[in-house]
């Protein structure tokens, strides 16, 4: 069975594959549609709800939409659903700017902050959503090895000394909130197939 994943992240592909390989047993595949669809400003559980509905209604195939956020306590959550438009505007440089800012030190008690991952899958039986949180906190300067994208050069996950950019990304996929939600996602499939 092919389930059909909504993206042009190849990061997200490359991730989701890691973290779903041995359903190949099942004959389980994951595969890229690039097909656009509306998003619309709301919770990640919304974005995700609208999206896999809006395409599934189109291609009527098992198809996955996952949104993801980043949540920086300190800043009342922000960027959360923002979070791509924040990394394009102000970027990683303008959330530490903001961090100083806030407190006009470098203070490691405001920079605690999450990502969050909520994936929708819908087929004919309708829309099921898998969740994943990874808490951990905002480094003080940009750390990156050239792995990962986006948040990933300022995150430090709980546990690490590294952020997510400064891990490869099999690394990262064995803690990230994609994982958790992929893993929870997994559970299901395995249940249902």
Do not use: W
């Not at 189109?58 to 198809?63: E, G, H």
Request: aromatic share 12%; with cysteine; charged share 30%.
């Amino acid at each position: 069975m092919k389930i059909y994943f909504a993206t042009g992240n190849q990061h997200k592909i490359k991730e989701a594959n890691i973290i779903l390989q041995d359903l190949k047993n099942k004959n389980i595949s994951i595969e890229q549609i690039t097909m656009p669809y509306p998003e619309i400003q709301g919770t990640l559980e919304e974005v995700s709800i609208f999206g896999a509905k809006y395409i599934y209604d189109t291609i009527k195939k098992p198809i996955i939409v996952e949104d993801s956020g980043f949540f920086v306590d300190s800043l009342n959550g922000f960027p959360s659903t923002y979070s791509k438009f924040v990394q394009e505007t102000i970027g990683n440089k303008g959330i530490l700017k903001l961090l100083e800012d806030k407190n006009n030190e470098k203070n490691e008690n405001n920079r605690s902050a999450y990502f969050k991952t909520v994936i929708g899958y819908c087929d004919e039986n309708g829309i099921k959503l898998f969740r994943g949180i990874v808490k951990g906190k905002v480094s003080n300067e940009i750390k990156s090895k050239g792995y990962g994208f986006a948040y990933d050069s300022i995150f430090i996950p709980d546990g690490e000394n590294r952020t997510f950019a400064e891990m490869k990304t099999e690394e990262k996929s064995n803690i990230s909130h994609r994982k958790k939600a992929f893993e929870e996602f997994k559970k299901f499939l395995n249940d249902v197939f």
